[in-house]
């Protein structure tokens, strides 16, 4: 169960699991660990929490916000990485679980989360490449009083929202697949039931994101 060489931050097999996948899975199952991989997870989660709060700040006119308004996304930054890395260790665990309870999978915590850390970097490209839809459709537009905008203005947000709805189809696709391959290799079972364990992991990382999200009143701000 350990790897065969001495674990390794694997950059090449990082780039090739978005277009190889298995090939990229099989190999960093047998050459990285957990603590390589949550290096990459607490690296790629500031990552997003940073552009995360610079897009809420740039769209402050958009969203209706002021400076103070700005000033407390930008405070609460940190509450928002922190809980979204215990999303991250929830979803691992849980697929985990599911994967041997409930598919008859190896139910290896510490693989699933490695290889799963492994994605992280593939959220975040999603969550940015979103994060800049929106930013450029939307920009100039003010939300808050959207009854008033022109013709020209509510195409761009038609136009906008037609993007941003495609990115989001696309981009939760990709990442379900990849996803599914990383749960699939770390726990030996088939892409189908990897797809069903990860569907039931991140609704339980989603519930437990949006209860600790409300008890901390943690203003979001645009984390897609």
């Known amino acids: 169960m350990q790897p065969k060489h001495a674990p390794r931050l694997d950059f090449v097999d990082l780039i090739r699991l ?3 996948p298995l090939r990229a899975f099989t190999t960093l199952y047998l050459t990285t660990n957990l603590q390589r991989a949550l290096a990459l997870v607490l690296f790629f989660s500031i990552v997003s929490t940073l552009v995360s709060t610079a897009v809420t700040v740039d769209m402050a006119e958009v969203l209706g916000y002021d400076t103070m308004d ?17 999303a991250f260790m929830i979803f691992g665990v849980t697929a985990a679980l599911v994967a041997k309870e ?3 999978g190896r139910g290896e915590k510490s693989s699933t989360l490695t290889l799963v850390g ?7 490209l999603v969550s940015i490449i979103l994060l800049v839809v929106f930013d450029i459709g939307f920009e100039g537009l003010d939300i808050q009083n959207a009854q008033d ?3 020209d203005e509510v195409d761009q947000a038609l136009a ?3 993007a941003l709805l495609v990115a989001s189809v696309m981009g939760i696709v990709w990442l379900l697949g990849v996803t599914s391959r990383a749960v699939s290799v770390a726990n030996d079972i088939s892409m189908g039931e990897a797809a069903l364990t990860c569907i039931l992991a991140v609704l339980v990382a989603g519930i437990v994101y949006l209860v600790v999200g409300t008890v901390m009143r943690l203003p979001l701000g645009l984390s897609f």
């Open 18 to 20: 978005a277009y190889a």
């Open 70 to 86: 700005a000033l407390e996304v930008a405070m609460q930054g940190f509450v928002n990485w922190a809980v979204s890395l215990l």
């Open 102 to 104: 409930v598919f008859g």
């Open 118 to 124: 492994y994605c992280y970097p593939a959220y975040v």
């Open 149 to 151: 905008w022109t013709t």
């Open 160 to 162: 906008a929202g037609a």
